[in-house]
């Protein structure tokens, strides 16, 4: 059986602090679940050609060096394209009334992520993250599709690849905290895996 453990990180240092999280705290997640490889964040293109961009900043500032002194292998697993960086800037435009909802939803969206023992990795926290890109997606799902449907799902063939390539290894599996419901969801489908999440 191949163990997959899901952490829905925190992009930016300032980020965990403000929810009272830190660095240390995610290492000594990472320890205890004991990984023979990790899965993250960073474009293959990006960390073969070592680009200036790897990732958000928690891969240089202590998950790279977290793989290297454990002599981790680090397996590359996001997708987009360049040309996806500005559309996924765009804001949604949407009805007054809408926008209210929408603030209400990250309202509830911090809420209950801020929460959660790791911050913004529990099922409650998944179902506040689905539901609010369901609403991004109704009022712009040509983009919604794009930066985040299409980006899932090839993330998703990225890490089926590594795990059938490590058969009854653990593998540790670290995005955004707004992929994990989608990752979560999807990886539980392959054959021969178990999901631990939260960590």
């Excluded at 961009?53 to 793989?67: A, D, L, M, V």
């Excluded at 209400?104 to 911090?110: K, T």
């Excluded at 539901?131 to 990225?158: G, H, M």
Aim: charge should be negative; charged fraction near 30%.
């Amino acid at each position: 059986m191949t163990t997959i453990g899901l952490f829905g990180s925190l992009h930016g240092d300032e980020m965990q602090k403000k929810f009272g999280w830190d660095d240390g705290k995610s290492i000594a997640l990472f320890d205890r679940f004991r990984p023979d490889l990790v899965c993250g964040e960073v474009r293959r293109s990006d960390y073969e050609n070592n680009a200036d961009y790897q990732g958000p900043s928690e891969y240089r500032r202590y998950i790279f060096r977290y793989c290297q002194e454990r002599g981790i292998p680090f397996v590359p697993c996001d997708f987009f394209r360049d040309e996806d960086v500005e559309l996924a800037r765009r804001p949604i435009e949407a009805p007054d009334e809408a926008e209210k909802e929408f603030g209400q939803i990250v309202q509830n969206f911090f809420a209950v992520g801020g929460s959660a023992t790791p911050p913004f990795n529990s099922a409650e926290f998944n179902e506040v993250a689905r539901k609010k890109q369901a609403f991004q997606y109704q009022y712009a799902p040509e983009i919604s599709e794009i930066v985040w449907n299409q980006r899932n799902r090839e993330i998703v063939k990225n890490i089926a690849a590594a795990v059938r390539e490590n058969e009854g290894k653990k593998i540790l599996v670290i995005f955004g905290a707004e992929h994990t419901y989608w990752l979560a969801e999807e990886l539980a489908k392959l054959d021969g895996v178990s999901i631990r999440f939260p960590l």
